[in-house]
């Protein structure tokens, strides 16, 4: 298991809570599939999409994993019944069928098709970190990783977790770009984002390209600031830092993702658990780096 973004979020209290506590908690909010009218349903299960567990537990962290199935209704198939029967009845009455009317048949036309609709499943993975008070979601945008959260605290009760970052990082980012206080673990890459400051300003986005040389660094001079930055942290990993500090694209080094290839591909439970171990470490080791980095533990 290799989570490809991170969403980071700190806990602004401790975790009070075991294993089986955890595991008894999630179970209230367990995936159950979608009904015949439920447009979509959200829910934990098994991070290794197997099993009772909703839970994994390794190394002190825990592994959780929201599951959400929704019916695939397109719209263009619900409209086209919909004219179809507008045209019907007008035909049939000589008379226009009004809004609330043609409402009333859209909502019967998706309860009819909603049954014979198929599901789609799609997963969210997050880990616990208690005793670095840290939650990990693998997700690219906020919408999915706030779903699981939502689901978490519901489970829990509460969720005291705020951002890692609670402030734009684009300051720093913009500085390491121009080569200035670039920590001795980081490598700036050949990409990037910049924006100028004002509402609507210009973008520049940048790929393949020396970030150093003078027509990027014009731009910066111009007053753009960097949104994204393209890093290589510590040779263990690569991705794509956000000025809001979410990461994306995370992509590991061979040699870490290499430390588990002898463990036979047949023994997949042994190496999902081993994979897990290996890259939540250094998830944590990273999101360590990052709050010091950042002096992100200075934040009220």
Known sequence: MWF????????????DITEQDLEDKLEACRFRPC???????MGFTSPFNQGSSLLHSAAGRYWITLKKQERLLPSSVINAELAEKV??????TGSPVGKKAQQELKQAIVQRLLPQAFTKNSFTHAFIALADNLVVVDASADGKAEALLAHLRKAL????VLPLARQSV???????LQNTDVPAELVVLEE?????????GAVLRCKNQDLGSEEIQNHVQAGKLVQKLAVEWD????????????????????VITEQNADIPKDEMLARMDANFTLM??????????????????NEA
């Open 4 to 15: 490809k973004n991170l969403k980071l979020y700190s806990l602004s209290q401790t975790l």
């Open 35 to 41: 009904g015949s009218q439920d447009l979509a349903t």
């Open 87 to 92: 045209a019907q009845i007008e035909a049939e």
């Open 157 to 160: 009760g509460s969720l005291p």
């Open 170 to 176: 684009q300051a720093e980012l913009t500085a390491w």
């Open 192 to 200: 990037a984002e910049l924006q100028a400051p004002q509402e609507g």
């Open 235 to 254: 040779e263990t990993l690569s991705a794509l830092i956000q000025e809001d500090l979410s990461i994306k694209r995370v992509k590991f080094s061979d």
């Open 280 to 297: 939540s470490g250094e998830v944590v080791r990273f999101a360590t780096w990052l709050k010091q980095a950042f002096k992100l533990d």
